[in-house]
DNA sequence: ACAAAAGTGTTTTAACTACACCCATGG
DNA sequence: CCATGGGTGTAGTTAAAACACTTTTGT
């Protein structure tokens, strides 16, 4: 046992803190190749829950803020850098962890992943569809399904979606974004006019070629590209947008 | 200094944790007698920041939840229980606190406050106007504007208010709790027109004696009452509410 | 009777839905 | 020329804002 004698306010007797990262990014699908949404998962190389799949995750280092230490478990993993970054939750429960006490700090990202980046795949790290998952070590099943919800909620009023793509994009690209992270079907002509309406997104001269009809126009995004998101970037002047929708 | 030998994952040599609740309650201003949004703070009573105002807070029990913890720095400075107790960001910042590293995961909640609450006033706990704060100790000036933002964007979306207020009330009182949050003045007919269309309230046969004018109809809160919102909450079937708006 | 809040009705505006239709390109 | 997705127009629906109006009480 430990033995903390004269600590101010012994907060050294808490429980174990470690980050983990739900990693969202979009890939064909194996059969219509339509994107659809992919996490990478890596497999518990120590007990407990030995050989299940996990979030990447580790202990926070003395050195690095949260946040650091999440896009370090993204580099470690897929060696991408995100597109996008934002604190999901402290998972604290009592019996999370069989034997210790261990508080979880989950941040959630988007990535555009890279033909590099997929043939990181290895025995201990593999990608995932995030809709069907097979049971996972610890809670994070549960972790996963709240990520998606904070996800697909974001989508509907937030310009997340450009993460997932490149500098410029189509309309459509977007639109099959929203359409494979909300699982379902959007009404093209007025998903065009709710972009466009939309105050961060500029349509280029340039024109996709090479497609089978017509060429599409090229967009591009032209908000700022936040990286990270954080309380004092939410509340503060510049974000003139107006958050999130639906807890109970 | 700690030594840790042999320990798996090595999370025993994180940053210190410690639990930390933003306490929201109405009460009559001392001016106009129209409510406004107060919260009590704890003077400091060691270094660092010694005698500076903070949010009631401190380390996180062995046996405890992140939100039994939280409920309990409530009970120990306003003898209260929430009404609503929601999880609002884990702070993590490298200087958030001078000398040693602290995590801090921080709640909100909403309380009701009787008079045996307010009496519980000190020299050391003190209630404060929610909008005019002077500096606080640590982060805590940021913590609670962004508690404040999360307060009042869930107001505009969600069925929070009703916490603020007793089982049975009229659809003033409602307004006025709006107003005092949002610090903006609403249309009446409207808004009791809002009201009626959600789901969960309904009126009572009852009507409010007393006042200066024609007696109101009483209404009373008929959705479940959640004093603690967790992401499976969230995320799961019962609750049909479609989250929150805002974040950039 | 009058003041003031409780409560109702009506008009206008904005935003989204559904869907018909035209345009441009590869085959 | 035709199939197909890119892109535009338009009518119907719904929700909210603005505000005039009626009702009911205490004084």
Not at 47 to 63: K, T, V
Not at 98 to 107: F, H, T
Not at 160 to 182: D, H, K, M, P, W
Not at 191 to 219: K, S
Request: proline content about 8%; charged content about 20%.
């Amino acid at each position: 046992m430990l033995i903390n004698a004269n600590v101010s306010e012994r907060q050294q007797a808490s429980p174990g803190l470690a980050i983990s990262t739900v990693i969202f990014a979009l890939r064909p699908s194996t059969g219509s190749g339509r994107p659809t949404l992919w996490l990478p998962l890596v497999r518990r190389v120590r007990q407990p829950h030995l050989n299940m799949w996990a979030l990447p995750g580790g202990p926070l280092g003395h050195d690095e803020s949260l946040s650091d230490a999440a896009a370090r478990n993204l580099a470690e993993t897929t060696a991408l850098s995100p597109r996008y970054l934002e604190q999901l939750y402290a998972f604290g429960g009592l019996d999370r962890s069989p034997g210790q006490r261990l508080v979880s700090i989950v941040y959630w990202a988007l990535v555009q992943p890279d033909v590099a980046a997929l043939a990181q795949e290895s025995e201990n790290v593999k990608w995932f569809r995030a809709d069907d998952l097979d049971e996972l070590a610890f809670d994070h099943n549960e972790i996963v399904n709240y990520a998606l919800w904070r996800l697909r909620n974001k989508m509907e009023y937030g310009s997340i979606a450009y993460n997932f793509l490149g500098s410029t994009f189509t309309l459509a690209q977007v639109r099959e974004v929203y359409e494979a992270v909300l699982n379902r079907p959007l009404d093209p002509a007025n998903f065009r006019r709710q972009l466009r309406a939309a105050v961060d997104i500029q349509p280029t001269d340039m024109f996709l070629q090479g497609g089978r009809h017509r060429p599409p126009r090229l967009y591009r995004y032209t908000g700022d590209d936040p990286a990270e998101v954080t309380p004092d970037r939410i509340c503060n002047p510049s974000t003139i947008e107006s958050e999130h929708r639906s807890n109970p």
